[in-house]
């Protein structure tokens, strides 16, 4: 996996973990699709980055918001509403989806991919949106428990 390091980060979070290798990795193209995943009605976002600290997660929003939702203003507000403890990096041109080249991931709907990376390679697609599948996946991957 390609991380292009010329985006704007829109919401600084907690610095990811430099020395993890062990990465969940969420795209979202906010052209199509909104920002609910990052709510606390999917995940308290803040109980999992306390339950997985060694577990770098890093944002990318590609693409541009449509009749003035999802502009930078209204994402920045939104991320810092939510206390959001990880980075979140906008990508307007969609650099990340295209250089990582996931037009070709095995899904019908790809305007919503999670990833579980290590050491910059796709392990598998993260299942975040089951509770049960979250937690039995880092499990499975990375031998991570939650810490609490």
């Known amino acids: 996996m390609i991380f292009p390091d010329n985006l704007e980060i829109i919401h600084q979070g907690n610095p990811p973990c430099p020395d993890c290798n062990e990465k969940a990795v969420f795209y979202v193209n906010i052209a199509k699709s909104s920002t609910y995943l990052f709510t606390d009605n999917i995940a308290n976002w803040k109980d999992f980055a306390a339950s997985y600290p060694d577990l770098s997660v890093i944002v990318y929003l590609g693409g541009e918001g449509k009749d003035g939702k999802n502009s930078p203003d209204q994402l920045r507000s939104f991320f810092k509403s939510q206390d959001f403890p990880y980075p979140v990096y906008l990508d307007p041109k969609d650099e990340f989806f295209h250089v990582n ?3 070709n991931v095995d899904l019908e709907y790809k305007t919503v991919l999670h990833f579980l990376v290590e050491e910059n390679r796709i392990l598998d697609i993260y299942q975040f949106g089951l509770p ?7 499990e499975k991957y990375f031998g991570m428990k939650p810490k609490k």
């Open 101 to 103: 080249q996931l037009d």
């Open 132 to 138: 049960n599948y979250r937690v039995s996946q880092l």
